[in-house]
C-alpha cells in the first residue's frame, strides 16, 4: 500500500488486481443524477452530449466519484433495431413495444451498425470527450448488454423465455445476431476511449432462470463473447444472485464481478476473491429512505466484508442508482467511503 493519493485510474487498477490501493475505489453508478445538477429533464439531459458530459463532471466532483461514463440508458440498444423508447421524469428510460413480435422473424433478422444508430453516437461522443479530457486519471466506463439478456427487450420478457425454454433453434440464431452486436457495440466504446467494458447480464443470474438453463445457455454466450471484446470486462448481473454459478462466472474472463445485496459479502469474498475483483453491493433500493446513519453503517459493513486484501470497488448493487436517491445519501456515502475505506482496513 503506498501512503501517496493515487488518482482514481491507479486506485482502481490496483484494486481490480487484487492489491490494497490508497482507500477502496468508489463508483456512484448515476447515470440520470446529471439532469438534476443541470435543472433539465431526463430526456432532454440524454438528447445533448454536452449535458451528460458537463453532467459526469459535477458529480464526480461533487462526490468524489472515482468513475466516468458516457453510457446512458440501456434501451438504447433496441433503438438500433428499430426500436422505440419510453421517457419518464422520474427513471430511466425504458423499451418500447418489442421489435419481434413474431419469433419467426428472428431468421431474417439483420445485425445492425451501432455507429449508425444516433442515441449510441451520442454515448461514444460523451465516451470520447470524457476520456479525453481524465482517462490519465480516472476510468471511463463503457456498457454492453448481453445478447442473452438483450431480448427481454426485442421479445418481451414472457415471449423470450418461451423461445428460450422451448429449445428452439431460432433462439440460437438470435444470440448469433446479437453477439457480434455486441462485440461491435462494445469495442466502439472500447476505441473511444472507455477503459473497461460493463457486461451487462441480469438474465442468466439465478434470480431469475435456474442455474441449470443459465449453465447451458447464457454462461456459455458470455464465455464467448467477453474474450472478443479489446478491454477489461467486469459482468454484472444487475442485482441479482450469482452464487450458484460461481465456477462459470470465474470462467467467463470477466476481471470483475457486480454482486447483489441478496447474497452475504463475506460469502462473495470468499467464493471469487482472487479470481474476481467485486463491485456492489449497496442496495440502491432501499438506499432511497436510509438516514445517514443508516448510510454510514452499510458503507462501514461493505468495505469490512470485502474491502481486506484489495479486489472489492464500493458501489450500488444494480449499476444505476435510482433517481429517488437524494443528495443527502449520496454525500454520506461519499463521506463514509472515505472515513471507512482507507487501507489498513480497521
Known sequence: MSSEEMTSLERTLAALSHKEPDRVPLFLNLTMHGARE????????????????????????????????????GAAEVEAFGGSVRFYE?????????????????????????????????????????ADRYGDSVPVAGVAIS???LPVMQLGFSRYLDLLLAD???????????????????????EAGATAVVYFDPITSPTIIPPGVARRTGCIIAREIIPTIRSG?????????????????????AVALGVSALEDLSLLKKTFGGDMALI???????????????????????????????????S???????????????????????????????
Not at 470486462?233 to 474472463?253: Q, T
Not at 438506499?287 to 472489492?312: D, I, T
Not at 429517488?324 to 475505506?341: M, P
Open 233 to 253: 470486462v467486469a459482468y454484472h448481473l444487475a442485482s441479482g444472485r450469482c452464487l450458484a454459478i460461481a465456477d462459470e462466472l470465474k470462467a467467463s474472463g
Open 168 to 190: 428452439d433453434p431460432l433462439f440460437w440464431d438470435l444470440m448469433e445476431v446479437n453477439g457480434e452486436f455486441c462485440t461491435t457495440w462494445a469495442n466502439l466504446q472500447v
Open 280 to 314: 456492489g453491493n449497496l442496495d440502491g433500493i432501499s438506499m432511497r429512505r436510509w438516514s445517514h446513519q443508516e448510510a454510514e453503517a452499510m458503507v462501514s459493513e461493505a468495505v469490512s466484508q470485502a474491502a481486506p486484501g484489495g479486489g472489492f470497488i464500493l
Open 90 to 130: 422520474n427513471g430511466p428510460p425504458n423499451a418500447g413495444a418489442p421489435i419481434i413480435r413474431d419469433p419467426e422473424a428472428i431468421s431474417s433478422l439483420e445485425v445492425p451498425d451501432p455507429a449508425d444508430c444516433p442515441p449510441l453516437q451520442r454515448v461514444l461522443k460523451a465516451t470520447r470527450v470524457l
Open 38 to 73: 443541470l435543472g433539465i429533464s431526463i430526456r432532454e439531459y440524454f438528447g445533448n452530449v454536452d449535458h451528460v458530459v458537463r453532467g459526469q463532471e459535477l458529480l464526480m466532483k461533487k462526490y468524489g466519484n472515482d468513475c466516468l461514463t458516457g453510457f446512458c440508458y
Open 147 to 149: 445478447p442473452f439478456s
Open 316 to 346: 450500488d448493487n444494480h449499476g444505476e442508482i435510482p433517481w429517488q436517491v437524494g443528495d443527502s445519501v449520496l454525500r454520506a456515502i461519499a463521506d463514509a467511503a472515505r472515513t471507512y475505506g482507507r487501507y489498513p482496513i480497521a
